[in-house]
């Protein structure tokens, strides 16, 4: 009885640590937290980079888990939500299309490295924005199972582009990378636990949380923000 009252103490102590810490992607750029709300940004639709050649920077997964176009699409209108909010509210034009050049091609040479840069950095010159958000998802694995309980729970790697017009360069790069455990794996994951409401979430609902840290680190969200109520209840 005593270890298990010990363990429960342990369980709560954790708990009121990691709920004042917010889990933030990682960042391999040093950006200022706040852009200048006069700066002009186009966001181009969700995408998955389907070979090495096609990405800005950084390498594809092993076993790369893709995601369906219908929830490309979800993922854009989450993304868009987030972005007109009032905590989000700046200059912002979404793309309807991706660009040509990601069409499969011959433009790109028999490598492994990442080439898409130089046509992101062309397209977002043709915006006439001054940056251009790029939001790609790397790997997704949707939840097996329900929000009860599940086989396989959800685990997706999203990363975010800023890119500079002016100069074609990339301004900010955010990556969000999540796989859902249980609180009996692992306990440092009992803030989450409670923050999900002891939920087995969707693969939806695990990209909506990265997008708002991912959002909020760029400067093109409030810190304050807070992530929209969960949708899925079965």
């Not at 429960?8 to 200022?32: F, N």
């Not at 989450?78 to 991706?98: D, N, P, Q």
């Not at 958000?133 to 097996?144: G, K, M, N, S, T």
Request: charged share 20%; with cysteine.
């Amino acid at each position: 009885m005593l270890r298990f009252r010990t363990l429960v103490l342990l369980v709560l102590a954790c708990a009121l640590v990691l709920a004042a810490c917010q889990r933030r992607p990682a960042s391999t750029a040093d950006v200022p937290r706040v852009l200048s709300p006069r700066c002009s940004i186009a966001v181009v639709p969700f995408s998955q980079p389907p070979q090495a050649c096609n990405l800005i920077m950084g390498h594809l997964p092993e076993n790369q888990g893709c995601i369906s176009a219908e929830q490309l699409m979800q993922l854009d209108n989450e993304l868009r939500t987030l972005l007109e909010s009032k905590e989000g509210a700046r200059s912002i034009s979404f793309v309807k299309t991706l660009p040509p050049f990601l069409a499969p091609s011959t433009s790109y040479r028999a490598t492994s490295e990442p080439q898409a840069l130089p046509g992101w950095a062309k397209f977002a010159k043709k915006t006439g924005k001054d940056f251009i958000l790029v939001p790609q998802v790397l790997d997704w694995h949707e939840r097996e199972g329900s929000a009860a309980g599940v086989t396989k729970s959800a685990s997706v790697h999203i990363e975010f582009y800023l890119i500079r017009s002016e100069t074609g360069t990339v301004q900010s790069h955010q990556v969000f990378r999540e796989k859902q455990e249980g609180l009996t794996n692992n306990l440092l994951t009992v803030g989450e636990f409670f923050k999900r409401k002891g939920a087995w979430v969707t693969g939806i609902e695990l990209a909506r949380e990265g997008m708002t840290l991912m959002l909020q680190d760029m400067g093109l969200l409030s810190p304050y923000a807070q992530q929209p109520a969960r949708q899925d209840t079965k």
